[in-house]
């Protein structure tokens, strides 16, 4: 796992290439300070300016990525109403349509351009609610407030079997119960936990899986 600060940002204008080259998964400490927009996300904010919204929730409290998040069903103003202890993961795919979340991303930043993102995630988690193991493009989970545990390994066809193992209906502590154990040995993993104004760099195509121990805000950019 690497470790930056934001001490210097135009430093980190020029190592960000270098940290997308290494492949190695990523934690920007206090990385939120350079997304000044985003200090503002509570539940007041959201809820006053992005509440007639749809979003997506998991009525499990876990995620099995084939679902995709594309079920959304409910305003954030019923979520937080009704389903707050539920875990919301909602998956966007324009950038251009008015009044969304990706408002509130600062441009320029050292990680992307606006017409470099694939797609965009917003998130809600309740404590021991979790997404089982996946992989995509490069991407940065910005955590606004919360607590979440990390594993991340490098290996795809893994990653593809529990997909089809475990394809709905899944608890993550399920999956942790059956698979941890083997998965650490016989593969190279990292393990990190992820604080308030974390960011956390997710190379391209590395498997990883979370477990929020708090509740839990924030974004996840996809991005070329």
Not at 22 to 37: A, C, H, M, R
Not at 70 to 77: F, G, Q, R, S, V
Not at 169 to 174: A, C, G, L
């Amino acid at each position: 796992m690497n470790f930056i600060d934001i001490n210097d940002i135009n430093d980190l204008y020029n190592k960000f290439d270098d940290i997308k080259k290494s492949n190695i998964p990523t934690v920007i400490k206090n990385g939120i300070d350079i997304f000044p927009e985003l200090k503002k996300w509570n539940t007041d904010y959201i809820l006053e300016k992005y509440g007639d919204n749809l979003c997506s929730i998991t009525y499990d409290n876990d995620a099995a990525v084939n679902f995709y998040f594309l079920n959304k069903c409910i305003t954030y103003k019923k979520y937080f109403d009704e389903f707050k202890n539920t875990l919301s993961i909602t998956r966007n795919d324009s950038i251009d349509e008015p009044n969304t979340f990706i408002n509130d991303i600062t441009f320029p930043n050292p990680f992307f351009k606006k017409d470099n993102i694939i797609r965009y995630y917003t998130y809600c988690g309740p404590p021991e609610s979790g997404v089982l193991p996946h992989y995509h493009s490069h991407a940065l989970n910005l955590m606004i407030y919360g607590m979440k545990e990390w594993i991340f390994y490098d290996n795809q066809k893994l990653t593809d079997y529990y997909e089809i193992r475990y394809f709905r209906n899944i608890k993550y502590k399920e999956w942790y119960k059956n698979e941890y154990e083997n998965l650490k040995k016989n593969n190279k993993i990292i393990e990190y936990i992820q604080n308030t104004n974390d960011i956390i760099y997710i190379p391209k195509n590395y498997s990883h899986c979370i477990y929020n121990k708090k509740n839990t805000l924030g974004i996840v950019i996809e991005f070329n």
